[in-house]
Each structure stands twice: as C-alpha cells, then as structure tokens.
C-alpha cells in the first residue's frame, strides 16, 4: 500500500450549471471594484464623468445581473408553484378524510373532560367538607377543642382523592398548620386572660379593703364625735344641773365618759379589729339612748338622766349595767 490517500471525488454541486453564468459576473466584480472601488470628485468635470460612466456600467451590470437571476430561477419557481398547489390539493383530501375522524374523538375527548371535570368538582366539593371545613369548626373554640381539632386533623385520608391527591394533600397541611398557630394563639390569649383575671381580682380585692378601711374610719371619726358632744352635753349638764348624790359616780381619769365607759365593759385587747370596736360601740350607743329616753319620759331632767346612766356604765350602781 502506498501512504498516499486516495482522493474522494467531489459531490457535484446542485445546479452548478445554472450558476456559470453567475460565475462569470463574479468574476468581473475584481475588475469593477479595481475601477470604481474609489468615488471619484463629483466637484470636478473628470472626477463627475468617471463616476457617471461608473454609475452606469455598474447598473446595467446589476439591472442583467438580476434577469439572469429571474431566468435561471424560473423553471424552478414554477415547479415550486406547481409542487405547492398539487401539495395543497393532496393536503385538501387528505383533511376530509381526516376531518370526520378528528370530529369524533374530539366528542369523546370533550365528554371525557367534562366528565373529569365534574368528578373533580365533586372531589373538591367533599374536600372542602372533610378537609378545609376544620377551620370553620375551629373558629371560637378555646386551646383544648383546637388541640382535639388538630388531633383530628392529623388523621385526615387523602388516599381517594384521585384527580386532587396532590391538591387533598396540600390543603390537609395546610389546615393542620392552622390549626397548630390558632392552637398556639388560643393558649397565649387563655394565658393573658388569666393573669388579667388575677390582676382584676387582686384590685377588687384592694378596692375592697380600701372601702371597708374607710368605712371603719368614717365610723371611728363618728364615734369620736359623738363622744365630743356627750361631753360637752355632760359638761353643761353639770353646770346647769341641781346637786344630787353624786357618791356612787366616781372619777373619769381617762375622759371616757356615758358611752366611753359602756365600751370599756369589752377591752380592747379582746376585740379582733376596728369593727368589731365600732359594733361595740353601736350596742353600747343603742341601749345608751333607749336607757335615756326611758329615764326622760318618767319625768327625770336629761342631764339628771345622763349622770344616772353615767354612773350605772362606770359600774357604781350595784346589780345594774348595760347588757343586751
């Protein structure tokens, strides 16, 4: 064998003898561009009529280069006509065989749409029932009813959903991750409901004391006024009074005085707090006044009433006090 490789014979070119003639004004091109590749000086007379006789060579070379153009071309371009038009006249039977066909599967296809398209509205319609209906249900519920909820909806069975497995499967998570942040809101909404129910406690119960604290002081500043006028009522009494015995009525050191003295029958010390001091003194105040009244209407002068029960409160009148 020698090294020398053989050589392939070309592929001759399509319509390569329709293209001499073409050939030829390529050729010519070299010369044309040598000649009037430059535009002359239109300004001057030789520069204008170099570039006028230009002007035209170069146009009448353009003007026969396309007629040739068009007369090689045209036997194919009516062949392409002709192979158009017979290919669309093909084309025109084949539809009508084609046609009748296609007319009836796309009858079926459309009744078998409809028919998917009414089994997945139904599909859909049940999901929104058995799946997207949980959260309707859990609005108003509190953190127990939507921990039962979601517990429930963990259970949910996307497997006969068909057409809307995917779209079953989506809403079941959704619903779930709902019902998990509603959970949660539930619990911290309880959790500040409690802790304001305890703070609102706490003030009523504040409020309460307060109210009962200024009551209990209401009634001691009325009862040391009520003591301030007995004993400027005792002060006059004296002074205006006619001397009676007065053997059994003995000093009053600590200035407790008629209902003073009544008091002073249940130390202090025994009593829990201040409201147990003031019923004290309303018992001791109530018989006080139904004591004086009755001395009066026997026909006793007030002030020689009041000096009798003063001495019956201190104790100096034997087998006599105020009890209820």
């Keep these: 064998m020698n090294n020398t490789a053989e050589k392939k014979e070309e592929a001759p070119q399509p319509y390569a003898n329709e293209l001499v003639k073409l050939d030829r004004v390529e050729a010519a091109?070299?010369?044309?561009?040598?000649?009037?590749?430059?535009?002359?000086?239109?300004?001057?007379?030789?520069?204008?009529?170099?570039?006028k006789k230009g002007v035209?060579?170069?146009?009448?070379?353009?003007?026969?280069?396309?007629?040739?153009?068009?007369?090689?071309?045209?036997?194919?371009?009516?062949?392409?006509?002709?192979?158009?038009?017979?290919?669309?006249?093909?084309?025109?039977?084949?539809?009508?065989?084609?046609?009748?066909?296609?007319?009836?599967?796309k009858e079926v296809d459309e009744a078998e749409q409809r028919k998917k398209e009414e089994r997945i509205a139904r599909l859909r319609e049940r999901l929104e029932k058995e799946v997207t209906s949980f959260l309707d249900t859990a609005q108003g519920l509190d953190s127990t009813d939507l921990?039962?909820?979601y517990d429930d909806?963990?259970?949910?069975?996307?497997?006969?959903?068909?057409?809307?497995?995917?779209?079953?499967?989506?809403?079941k998570g959704n619903v779930i991750r709902q019902l998990s942040d509603m959970h949660a809101a539930a619990l911290e909404r309880e959790r500040?409901?409690?802790?304001?129910?305890?703070i609102d406690a706490q003030r009523r119960?504040?409020?309460?004391?307060?109210?009962?604290?200024?009551?209990?002081?209401?009634e001691l500043e009325e009862l040391r006024r009520f003591k301030a006028e007995q004993d400027a009522n005792k002060a006059r009494a004296e002074q205006e009074a006619e001397p009676i015995d007065t053997d059994y009525i003995q000093d009053?050191?600590?200035?407790?005085?008629?209902?003073?003295?009544?008091?002073?029958?249940?130390?202090?010390?025994?009593?829990?707090?201040?409201?147990?001091?003031?019923?004290?003194?309303?018992?001791?105040?109530?018989?006080?006044?139904?004591a004086l009244e009755d001395l009066i209407e026997t026909g006793i002068d007030r002030s020689a009433a009041e000096a009798v029960l003063t001495a019956i409160a201190n104790g100096d009148v034997r087998h006599i006090a105020f009890n209820a």
């Design 147 to 149: 921990a039962e909820l």
């Design 29 to 51: 091109l070299k010369e044309l561009r040598a000649k009037y590749g430059t535009v002359p000086d239109f300004t001057t007379k030789v520069g204008y009529e170099k570039g």
């Design 252 to 290: 009053d050191p600590d200035g407790w005085n008629e209902i003073g003295n009544a008091m002073q029958s249940v130390p202090t010390e025994d009593l829990a707090d201040t409201g147990e001091l003031i019923a004290a003194h309303r018992e001791a105040a109530t018989h006080w006044d139904q």
């Design 56 to 105: 035209r060579e170069l146009t009448s070379y353009r003007t026969s280069t396309d007629k040739l153009r068009l007369a090689i071309t045209e036997p194919h371009r009516k062949f392409i006509e002709r192979v158009n038009n017979y290919g669309k006249e093909l084309i025109g039977k084949i539809e009508a065989i084609e046609k009748p066909l296609k007319d009836a599967k």
């Design 153 to 171: 909806a963990q259970g949910i069975d996307t497997d006969g959903y068909f057409d809307i497995t995917k779209e079953a499967e989506d809403a």
């Design 205 to 218: 119960k504040l409020r309460e004391e307060e109210e009962r604290r200024a009551a209990e002081q209401a």
């Design 192 to 198: 500040l409901a409690a802790e304001q129910a305890e």
